[in-house]
């Protein structure tokens, strides 16, 4: 913008810092960096999560569902995570607004139910369900990878029968007649250990 309109970048950025935008006369600079709040954007059905924004930073971020990610959507951003420190900045929205509140959306992290406890009394607690859905994933992954390892078991010991029944035969004909070991195959041509492998790209589908 400052190139297009002949004109030098950082005096164009210290200008729209300093005077512009009215960053230096903004009634919450003083503890920005810590929290910032806009009770005006409260509304009855909220979200809670935490995200990294830079260097390993955790910031908290409550958000107004109604405003779907547009303008107003921020509730409030405080740095940390810790119930108590989080729980106690966001009691300082208005105790109208927050008691106002029906629904607050979090992960299925304890420390963030607390906090919405401690933050809306009266607000009902609703995990999200993406990582609801995550969890039963795992949980029918890890059945798929017992299973696999059991058909494996399986498969292994078939072939350590096949061996010694090989070894123990008396003669050249009955080793040719035993034969080399061979899979069971299943209708579609594939063992089972490959099955119950390939498995997870379908059951784990959505």
Not at 16 to 24: A, E, L, M, N, P
Request: charged share 30%; aromatic share 6%; net charge positive.
């Amino acid at each position: 913008m400052a190139a297009r309109n002949g004109l030098n970048g950082q005096t164009l950025r210290k200008q729209y810092k300093d005077v512009i935008s009215g960053y230096r006369a903004w009634d919450q600079l003083e503890h920005a960096e810590e929290y910032i709040l806009f009770p005006e954007n409260i509304g009855a059905d909220l979200s809670l999560d935490e995200t990294c924004l830079s260097n390993g930073e955790v910031y908290t971020l409550l958000t107004n569902k109604a405003a779907h990610g547009r303008k107003g959507t921020l509730v409030a951003m405080i740095r940390g995570v810790a119930t108590d420190a989080v729980s106690g900045i966001l009691r300082r929205l208005p105790h109208r607004e927050r008691m106002s509140v029906r629904t607050v959306t979090t992960d299925l992290s304890s420390a963030m139910m607390l906090t919405v406890r401690k933050a809306f009394p009266a607000a009902k607690l609703i995990n999200d369900r993406f990582h609801v859905q995550q969890l039963m994933s795992e949980a029918v992954d890890q059945l798929r990878i017992h299973y696999r390892w059991k058909v494996l078991d399986a498969e292994n010991q078939a072939v350590r029968e096949h061996r010694q029944k090989k070894k123990e035969a008396k003669s050249k004909a009955e080793r040719e007649r035993i034969g080399k070991w061979e899979p069971e195959r299943m209708e579609n041509g594939e063992t089972l250990p490959q099955i119950v492998s390939r498995s997870k790209h379908i059951i784990l589908k959505h």
